[in-house]
């Protein structure tokens, strides 16, 4: 592209009715849809039952209805009319009570039977929104609908010299399709949206998430337009496998866009593939509509129905949602709303931070030490919290022991460090063995505040006048004197009394 267009935010100010606003691109404003496809965490196919396992040789893995061979029929797979159910009444949204599967017409040589069986009219979940923050704001984006289809094989290129290769180990694969509404106006929202989504679908269990292995993959529809004037031409990044691949190809195609329409050509709806490589997009066909599909209810599935007790039979069986967890945690906790959603990003996260707290009795100051020492260390070495070396009775004794003024903060650092790296697995014998106890003794510290304000009568002095500096500069001499272990707010106070 010859332009330099920045895509970072500027503020529109603009309100347009019933449509979410947001930021201004170059004048532009900018449209995000997404359609995500979760696979299911089911151990056998949609409509068959041969093994989703990851991994296989090609072709091992497909059954006679996999490969469409004649007089073969398929059969629901109740499991994953369940994980459907769950994924429903994680985000809140409509249970159809009864769903038609529908034949999605296309040819294509990893599609054995020339047709998808998917749902179009009816899908059985319906509604519903994802709910997430943006830095301290809080986002919602709408759903359209989640709907159950099979998967279609694997076209394979690279092994081969002047032809490809098929497997279809995936033909048949349970899928679940996460529709939105055109709600997201930045890279960074859609990226924000497909983690918390991503969450989500790990959290209940209905999907392992893996986006290497193809398991969580996204789709991203980008169009621009000048405020107040109808929707852009869409164009569909597909199959978008990392969050950081997410955030630069949206990007991307967001500049395009903008330098395309500026340069007075026309956008043609297409769908286009991201290269990590170059960090560009590329149109792979044009994009088709509904109608090129010539979509048809399958004769050979009878409609789903879901009874009223089907739902409540999944809904009594699903563990606490992370949005009920982080309620719960404002509620009992006395957590602020942002702090609990950052506390159940995941249920590894949620269960420390609760033993901690429980161990500690001090919720609050357990969220400050997860967010930030805990978490600054797990990014530093890139390690999971299920590898944390720092076990969460032991973090909750160290919180424990700056609660009663045993330690000060900067001595439960060095506590913290040595646990970190394995020193001793008990916090009071490691305060012991390197002499970090406080000194909370009040006649003590009165003993060095008057040491200190002999030998720096020039500072009590500029303190009496007014100059609040100067008390800094005795608290310093003071701790200095105490070799670090007097309690600052007790010196300050005992200090200013003295002082007085």
């Not at 469409?68 to 985000?91: C, D, H, S, W, Y």
């Not at 059985?124 to 704001?137: K, R, S, T």
Request: aromatic share 8%; hydrophobic share 40%; with cysteine.
């Amino acid at each position: 592209m010859s332009k330099n267009i920045d895509v970072s935010v500027n503020t529109f100010e603009a309100q347009q009715q019933g449509r979410p606003t947001g930021p201004l691109v170059a004048g532009y404003e900018v449209i995000i849809g997404f359609e995500t496809h979760a696979q299911l965490s089911t151990q056998s196919k949609i409509f068959s039952r041969a093994s989703t396992a990851f991994g296989a040789e090609p072709n091992t893995q497909a059954c006679a209805v996999d490969l469409a061979l004649p007089g073969t029929l398929p059969v629901m797979n109740k499991g994953a009319v369940e994980r459907a159910i769950q994924f429903g009444l994680a985000i809140g949204a409509h249970i159809a009570p009864r769903s038609v599967f529908a034949r999605k017409n296309y040819f294509y040589p990893d599609l054995p039977k020339g047709y998808q069986i998917s749902q179009f009219e009816i899908p059985v979940v319906q509604g519903g929104a994802v709910e997430f923050f943006l830095g301290e704001e809080k986002k919602s984006v709408r759903l359209v609908r989640a709907h159950l289809e099979e998967d279609a094989g694997k076209s394979l290129h690279e092994d081969f010299i002047g032809q490809s290769g098929i497997d279809l180990n995936r033909a048949g694969t349970p899928l679940l399709e996460i529709v939105t509404e055109p709600d997201m106006r930045s890279s960074v929202e859609a990226v924000a949206y497909a983690k918390e989504l991503h969450k989500i679908v790990t959290w209940i269990g209905i999907c392992d998430g893996n986006m290497q292995e193809g398991s969580f993959r996204c789709d991203a529809n980008v169009s621009v337009r000048k405020p107040g004037q109808p929707l852009g031409t869409r164009r569909e990044i597909k199959n978008l496998n990392s969050f950081k691949f997410m955030q630069q190809a949206i990007d991307y195609e967001i500049r395009w866009q903008i330098e395309h329409i500026e340069d007075g050509i026309a956008i043609q709806q297409a769908t286009v593939l991201f290269n990590p490589d170059t960090g560009e997009t590329r149109a792979m066909r044009t994009k088709e509509d509904a109608a090129d599909y010539r979509y048809f209810p399958d004769p050979d599935l009878p409609p789903l129905v879901i009874s009223a007790q089907w739902v409540q039979d999944v809904r009594g069986q699903m563990a606490e949602l992370p949005r009920v967890m982080a309620e719960r945690f404002v509620r009992d906790y006395g957590l602020s709303e942002y702090d609990a959603t950052l506390l159940t990003q995941s249920q590894a996260l949620a269960r420390y931070f609760e033993a901690a707290a429980e161990a500690s009795g001090q919720a609050k100051l357990a969220s400050n030490w997860i967010m930030g020492e805990v978490s600054r260390r797990l990014n530093a070495q890139d390690l999971n919290l299920n590898a944390v070396p720092v076990s969460a009775v032991q973090l909750g004794a160290l919180i424990g022991r700056i609660a009663d003024k045993t330690v000060s903060n900067n001595a439960a650092k060095q506590v913290f460090d040595a646990l970190w790296s394995g020193e001793d697995s008990d916090v009071d014998t490691l305060i012991e063995s390197k002499g970090l106890k406080q000194m909370n003794d009040t006649g003590a510290l009165e003993a060095i505040i008057d040491e200190v304000i002999a030998a720096n009568a020039k500072n009590a002095t500029e303190f009496k006048a007014g100059n609040e500096k100067a008390l800094n500069a005795l608290v310093g001499q003071i701790m200095k004197a105490s070799k670090g272990k007097a309690n600052p707010q007790q010196v300050n106070d005992l200090l200013r009394s003295r002082l007085a």
